[in-house]
T-cell receptor, first 112, second 115 residues
Framework: SQQGEEDPQALSIQEGENATMNCSYK?????LQWYRQNSGRGLVHLIL?????REKHSGRLRVTLDTSKKSSSLLITASRAADTASYFC????????????FGTGTRLTIIP | DVKVTQSSRYLVKRTGEKVFLECVQD?????MFWYRQDPGLGLRLIYF???????EKGDIPEGYSVSREKKERFSLILESASTNQTSMYLC??????????????FGDGTRLSIL
């Protein structure tokens, strides 16, 4: 079953602008992870935020987590053409069994 | 870096054929996963394995089976391929130690077409 739902489904912005993607989920989690997928390739892990964390940074990435709203956001600052990809959130359920549940993804296009 | 290798990037098979998709990892991870990815549906888990000869059904196991005879290799088997199994198939691994704070590591995928 799909727990995560990303919003928007697609996003196009000018290079240099910031991109924000949102993820909502349904059940209690241990952590939430964000992945990037370039066209025709596998997924690459970007960042993990634990359920007791509210914000995390990694380079140009900023992730927030609001467990009361069961939502997360991924902010990419100063976007580059190379950021063009699909972005997926994935949740690690609190009573999980070592599986991740992935959302349907946001397709991000950076316009040079 | 973890390396997850899927045997084929592109594969074309015929309806009714038995199809094998292979995945090999070099990081001694206990957990291995098979997903299929379809437009608008995201990644859906087919099967996963948490040890040699151990397997567990995911969300969409029908029409598939798996084999894990060695720790580094996890095979997905389409017993009798059908056109609705045309998809992108992704293999992933995960370190079981402290698993709840571990990422999954993906191969580059196999784009399978069933004619």
């Amino acid at each position: 079953s799909q727990q995560g739902e990303e919003d928007p489904q697609a996003l196009s912005i000018q290079e240099g602008e910031n991109a924000t993607m949102n993820c909502s989920y349904k059940t209690s989690i241990n952590n939430l992870q964000w992945y990037r997928q370039n066209s025709g390739r596998g997924l690459v892990h970007l960042i993990l935020i634990r359920s007791n964390e509210r914000e995390k940074h990694s380079g140009r990435l900023r992730v927030t987590l609001d467990t009361s709203k069961k939502s997360s956001s991924l902010l990419i600052t100063a976007s580059r053409a190379a950021d063009t990809a699909s972005y997926f959130c994935a949740t690690d359920a609190h009573f999980g069994n070592e599986k991740l549940t992935f959302g349907t993804g946001t397709r991000l296009t950076i316009i040079p | 870096d973890v390396k997850v290798t899927q045997s084929s990037r592109y594969l074309v098979k015929r309806t009714g054929e038995k199809v094998f998709l292979e995945c090999v990892q070099d990081m001694d991870h206990e957990n291995m996963f098979w997903y299929r990815q379809d437009p608008g549906l995201g990644l859906r888990l087919i099967y996963f394995s948490y040890d040699v000869k151990m397997k567990e059904k995911g969300d969409i196991p029908e029409g598939y089976s798996v084999s894990r005879e060695k720790k580094e290799r996890f095979s997905l088997i389409l017993e009798s391929a059908s056109t609705n199994q045309t998809s992108m198939y992704l293999c992933a691994t995960r370190d079981r130690e402290g698993f709840s704070n571990q990422p999954q590591h993906f191969g580059d995928g196999t784009r399978l077409s069933i004619l």
